[in-house]
């Protein structure tokens, strides 16, 4: 019944304020690149219809609601003249004087209406710099409603020659004026919007990696909101899909150009959760979405100056950074101003929240957010710097930044932090009275306060319910409170009382951003519950500097909430190797615990010191004890400790603990107990040979866990794990068939650079020694193509032809070898390449080619490559001319005639007698007649140098025959059989 009480109450308050009739819809404005949007904020869908009539626009609903048209003043959107609201609340008109409707469509619930900029309300042109986005052409739709507009509108007369210029926009000539970037930045090299950038995309699973190949290095600048991402670059050129598709990617829905007066800008759909990450190759900026960090490597840092010559500002010291380029955005409703930055991997974080503006935390570049309209976001030469023509309120942020520089207070010599501020009092806000009680009285209160007090009355309803553990409900008074006061959150102790609540509700990164705030950098009851926050996200090292900072706060806390932070506290000890630590916490919660439940988490924890202390005995009887406890939780946990003793000890196999850990999998799930479960099931797989099933539990176990540091950890230890499992003896106890399928399941994880270009050399040696190479040709055409340059680059292609010419491929092993050409290469290996290519040629029937790239190679082997395309090609005078330089030395000494000697003077004798060249007949059968008499191929060597056997059907078959054992085929052949007894990457 309490429970009841409890719930109605908290909708009492959510439901306290002004009752309305109709549902409220704020209507945003704002203006585009040649057209003013209003945005109808509905909260469900609702049907609509669009009429426009002598230059107003009625916008029609189905259902009556009050709406909101105080942001129209402060915009003043440029197409719109006037909005009025009808008495039925179901129209609205707008005065457009162009009374041209681009188009109106939703996007979810809310409704969307652009009206074109006619000339008349047109703005001026940007001053002139490096290049004119605006000289590109847009979608044609736009294209077609801005012309329509110039002509129905008459041109604005010229302005009188005494009256003054007006001052002309520095950043976007279709932003309004207060929201501008002043100042160029340092001069970089003139791009081309002529010229086109192109955007390529590879899938991979739950990734699309974006490469967008860049001509000229430029700048570049990403904001990830929710399920759309803002990506700009600092030079202004054409996007280039070539084709490719743009939407459907994915977890990318849509990737499009918008229209930017600086820059090249991007809208990517995105779906929610998908990690974004963004690097550089070459001058190519590469756009990993869904397998990325999600934030980036180097953090800007900001300097709040509070005087300086331009006044109060923001400061970054960041080189070559580029114009900002100002976004409208659509969806959420709100201005941000866009900084490219040349240098990769530099970005905001944390976030930062400011009076007058916020800086989101960025993977790459800078965001500034307005929250006013006389900002000046400007960069040069120095950097980047944010100021207004007042004050930014950077007073407080400056004594803020400096104590950070600091560090952490440091510790006395009995191991006490120094005291520190207090900024919650959780203990007073608990009160000692019956809880319902005095939540009803909160409650009331609320209720008759006047509007201006009644948020002061919710804040000490929401301390109440953190106080007392109703960290939910306490967010919903809180949401209520911002509802109502948009700057609520400028208050420190707000931002901690909120942080608090979130972190407790298991809203970890929205927590974060509370707790962390600069404000609450000294507060030492703040640092507690951060510890708490690192804690429960496996960041060991951080909580153990926010414990110590903190520690004297813990007695201070509510006695039913201490144990939570002993128990986080203890955790933290053993992860670290900390007993002594750990032992005085357990010792503690024993006597704090108050319910079974944490007695029983207490001597689990107690368990875990003896395993680590070694006291393995006393440590398995109590793992063994506590795995039959009734708390679940406890039981799975002692089960998984029980079984790593055990596996440690030699007292069980990791066979026999796979098959415990796969049957508490289904015991307890959800939180980071899962986690480490399965990162274990994942080792020992791998321990066992199960190499799959290993990396398939890996990588289940990362994406399970996308927010938890370590599972970011084990997402780069999978490349570590990938890379060994093709080296030593993991690579030797594989079937190159399961190394293969290994392979192509997780090659994404082929680490950079010369190792996984080995391990790639590798695998192609395995799969080419069985002769499965067509798979082998893969693995090194990727290679090619993708990963090596300059004579590395030509070595492997030198292998990959080989590889084609063995599978009958000559016109794949000559685009091999022609595209990997390079003049450092020894004159062995042109040798080697040249007499491959012209394997392929005469294989292709090009024998005059295949010829030609044989001149000026000398040796024994190269002639018996040039005899072999003559005889292909019928021409059998040379053919002759050529056998007859491996006679010479038969002819002028008694050496006996082995097999392939006697194979030469048949052939010479096929030749000549083809050509028709008597004498040499007769000259072969007068120097090899005696020494053929006792060989097996007599018989063959006399019908071959007959005259007259020529036409006969004997003489054909034996030509026909003997061309078939030739010196051409032996060359292929040697290879087949060197790849079966060295690898293939012994070739060069």
Do not use: C
């Amino acid at each position: 019944m309490k429970h009841l009480l409890l719930s109605i109450s908290v909708l009492v308050v959510l439901a306290a304020g002004p009752a309305a009739a109709r549902e409220s819809v704020n209507i945003r404005f704002g203006d585009h690149a040649g057209y003013s949007r209003a945005v109808f904020d509905w909260t469900s869908p609702v049907e609509y219809t669009v009429s426009e009539a002598q230059g107003e626009v009625s916008v029609r609903f189905e259902r009556a609601a009050d709406f909101d048209i105080s942001q129209f003043r402060a915009r003043a959107p440029r197409a719109i003249g006037a909005v009025k609201v009808s008495a039925d609340g179901r129209t609205v008109r707008f005065e457009a004087p162009s009374g041209d409707i681009l188009k109106a469509f939703r996007i979810g619930p809310k409704v969307v209406v652009d009206v074109a900029l006619g000339a008349a309300t047109a703005r001026p042109a940007r001053p002139a710099r490096k290049t004119d986005y605006a000289t590109q052409p847009l979608a044609d739709a736009l294209g077609r409603a801005r012309e329509a507009a110039e002509m129905r509108t008459p041109s604005p007369k010229p302005a009188p020659a005494s009256a003054p210029e007006p001052k002309k926009p520095a950043a976007r000539a279709e932003a309004p004026a207060p929201a501008k970037a002043a100042a160029e930045p340092a001069p970089r090299p003139v791009s081309d919007p002529s010229q086109t950038v192109r955007v390529e995309h590879e899938l991979r699973p739950g990734r699309t990696i974006f490469r967008f190949r860049w001509p000229v290095r430029t700048s570049a600048a990403a904001l990830h909101r929710g399920e759309h991402v803002w990506l700009v670059f600092g030079d202004d050129m054409t996007p280039d899909f070539g084709g490719q598709p743009t939407t459907g990617l994915g977890p990318v829905d849509r990737i499009e150009p918008e229209h930017s007066s600086d820059g090249t800008l991007f809208r990517i759909d995105v779906a929610a959760g998908s990690p974004l990450d963004i690097t550089v190759d070459g001058n190519d900026w590469v756009v990993d979405i869904g397998g990325g960090r999600g934030r980036a490597e180097s953090a800007v840092i900001f300097d709040a100056q509070a005087e300086s010559a331009r006044g109060p500002r923001m400061f970054a010291a960041v080189a070559d950074a580029a114009r900002p380029v100002i976004v409208d955005d659509p969806l959420v409703g709100d201005r941000i101003a866009l900084i490219p930055l040349r240098e990769a991997a530099l970005g905001v974080r944390p976030e930062r929240r400011l009076v007058k503006f916020d800086l989101p935390e960025t993977p790459q570049g800078v965001a500034v957010r307005f929250k006013s309209l006389d900002l000046d976001v400007a960069v040069d030469e120095s950097g980047l710097s944010i100021a207004g023509p007042r004050t930014l309120h950077l007073a407080a942020e400056a004594t803020t930044a400096a104590h950070l520089t600091e560090g952490p207070p440091k510790l006395n010599g009995d191991g006490a932090p120094t005291p520190s501020r207090r900024v919650l009092d959780l203990t007073t806000w608990k009160g000692e009275e019956d809880p319902v009680a005095i939540r009803q009285d909160l409650l009331q209160r609320i209720s008759v306060a006047q509007p201006l007090a009644r948020n002061g009355e919710r804040r000490i309803l929401a301390r109440f319910m953190v106080a007392n553990g109703l960290a939910s409900e306490a967010l919903g008074v809180m949401a209520r409170i911002e509802d109502d006061d948009k700057r609520a959150d400028i208050d420190p102790g707000y931002r901690a009382l909120r942080g608090v609540a979130r972190l407790l509700a298991g809203q970890y990164a929205e927590a974060a951003a509370d707790l962390r705030h600069p404000q609450l950098k000294d507060a030492g009851d703040v640092a507690l519950f951060r510890g708490l926050l690192a804690a429960k996200r496996r960041e060991f090292q951080e909580a153990r500097r926010e414990f110590r900072y903190g520690l004297t706060a813990l007695d201070e806390l509510p006695a039913d909430m201490q144990p939570m932070f002993r128990i986080a506290l203890a955790e933290t000890a053993l992860h670290l190797h900390d007993p002594a630590l750990a032992e005085e916490q357990v010792a503690k919660l024993l006597k704090q615990a108050g319910t079974e439940a944490r007695r029983e988490e207490a001597r689990l924890l107690a368990a875990r010191i003896k395993a680590l202390t070694g006291e393995t005995e006393d440590a398995a009887d109590l793992f063994a004890e506590l795995s039959e406890s009734v708390q679940r939780s406890v039981r799975a946990r002692a089960r998984f400790a029980e079984t790593d003793l055990l596996l440690d000890d030699e007292r069980i196999t990791r066979k026999d603990a796979i098959e415990r850990l796969e049957r508490l999998r289904f015991a307890w799930r959800g939180d980071v107990f899962e986690f480490d479960l399965m990162r274990r099931l994942g080792e020992l797989y791998i321990d066992v040979g199960d190499y799959r099933l290993g990396m398939v539990t890996m990588r289940r176990t990362v994406e399970q866990f996308p927010d938890l540091p370590e599972a970011q950890k084990l997402a780069g230890g999978m490349n570590e794990v990938f890379a060994s499992l093709f080296e030593g003896v993991h690579a030797e106890s594989m079937s190159p068939v399961t190394a293969m399928g290994l392979y192509y399941d997780f090659r994404e994880l082929t680490p950079e650079g010369d190792r996984g270009d080995r391990m790639i050399r590798r695998l192609a040696d395995r799969l080419a020694a069985v002769e499965l190479l067509d798979e082998a040709a893969k693995l090194l055409e990727h290679q090619v193509r993708h990963r090596l340059t300059g004579v590395e680059k030509s070595r492997v292609a030198t292998r990959l032809a080989v590889l084609y010419l063995l599978d009958r491929k000559p016109n794949e092993a000559i685009s091999a070898l022609r595209a990997s050409r390079n003049l450092s290469l020894t004159d062995d290996q042109v040798k080697e390449r040249r007499m491959l290519e012209a394997r392929g040629l005469t294989d292709l029937g090009h024998y005059e080619r295949a010829l030609a790239l044989l001149n000026g190679l000398e040796g024994e082997d190269v002639n018996d490559v040039r005899t072999e395309i003559l005889w292909r090609a019928r021409k059998w005078q040379r053919a002759a001319v050529s056998l007859s330089t491996r006679l010479v030395e038969l002819r002028t000494t008694n050496k006996e005639l082995d097999t392939e000697a006697r194979q030469d003077i048949l052939r010479f004798a096929i030749a000549s007698s083809l050509a028709g060249d008597r004498p040499a007949l007769e000259r072969i059968r007068d120097d090899f007649t005696i020494r053929m008499q006792d060989k097996p191929e007599w018989p063959a060597f006399q019908v071959v140098t007959s005259v007259d056997q020529r036409e006969t059907a004997e003489f054909r078959n034996l030509a026909a025959e003997i061309a078939q054992v030739g010196r051409f085929e032996q060359f292929m052949t040697a290879y087949r059989e060197k790849l079966r007894d060295t690898p293939l990457s012994a070739i060069n």
